[in-house]
């Protein structure tokens, strides 16, 4: 079984339209995060949330939002998008209370904007 | 706030030689240190971590990293490498307290030739 997978795997679209990414964790982690991972594969964190509480939201434009239904899922939602939201976008989950400390990531989104 | 800096950005070897990978950061705080690996078009596993205890640290396929505290750096080794090595590796350092997030470093292209 899969630990933490995000739907689509693959998503093109054209500036201006709305588009969503889905993330689920079948590891009862209590935090889940998104990343983006631009062209020359720098990763960044973009939010983390505890316990579908926001923690992490580190200077994205309000036109990203991210949801939490419940703790197993992460979802990031994106208005407007633009050229330079095209990136692959991680979801990772981890325990917050927890001596591992290890993040587990998702198989990644990757998004086209055209 | 921390950064990371992978000294090389891409790094060419022969199967079965030795290779490192350079790793350094900066922290204000306390940080663990981990290496994640992501072979092409997949997500990021990890290969190892420091948290605490022994300064050298291993992973199941052969990676070894040590941390030097002096010198914040945490440089990856394999003393004989295979085809299948070939990935992007990534440093990374998460406060020991406050909020669980990565800091990546920019990564190394690790490519084995025959």
């Known amino acids: 079984d899969t630990a933490v997978s995000q739907t689509p795997k693959y998503l093109v679209t054209q500036m201006g339209n709305d588009k969503s990414i889905k993330c689920e964790q079948n590891?009862?982690?209590?935090?889940m995060y998104w990343y983006k991972q631009d062209s020359k594969k720098f990763l960044k964190i973009m939010f983390s949330?505890?316990?579908?509480?926001?923690?992490i939201n580190e200077t994205v434009p309000n036109r990203f939002s991210p949801k939490s239904p419940d703790k197993a899922h992460l979802n990031l939602h994106i208005n407007s998008l633009e050229l330079g939201d095209s990136a692959v976008y991680f979801c990772?989950?981890?325990?917050?209370?927890?001596?591992?400390?290890?993040?587990?990531f998702g198989p990644g989104t990757r998004l086209t904007v055209t | 706030a921390q950064s990371v800096t992978q000294l090389d950005s891409q790094v060419p070897v022969f199967e079965e030689a030795p290779v490192e990978l350079r790793c350094n950061y900066s922290?204000?705080?306390?940080?663990?240190l981990f290496w994640y690996v992501q072979y092409p078009n997949q997500g990021l596993q990890l290969l190892l971590k420091?948290?605490?205890?022994?300064?050298l640290v291993e992973s199941i396929n052969g990676f070894e990293a040590e941390f030097n505290k002096s010198q914040t750096s945490f440089h990856l080794r394999k003393p004989s490498v295979h085809i299948s090595d070939t990935a992007e590796y990534f440093c990374?350092?998460?406060?020991?307290?406050?909020?669980?997030?990565?800091?990546f470093g920019q990564g190394t292209r690790l490519t084995i030739n025959p």
């Open positions: 990772a989950s981890s325990q917050e209370r927890s001596d591992r400390r290890e993040q587990y």
């Open positions: 590891l009862g982690h209590d935090t």
């Open positions: 949330y505890n316990n579908k509480e926001l923690i």
């Open positions: 922290s204000s705080v306390s940080v663990y």
């Open positions: 420091y948290l605490s205890g022994s300064t």
């Open positions: 990374a350092v998460s406060p020991l307290r406050g909020a669980q997030k990565l800091v």
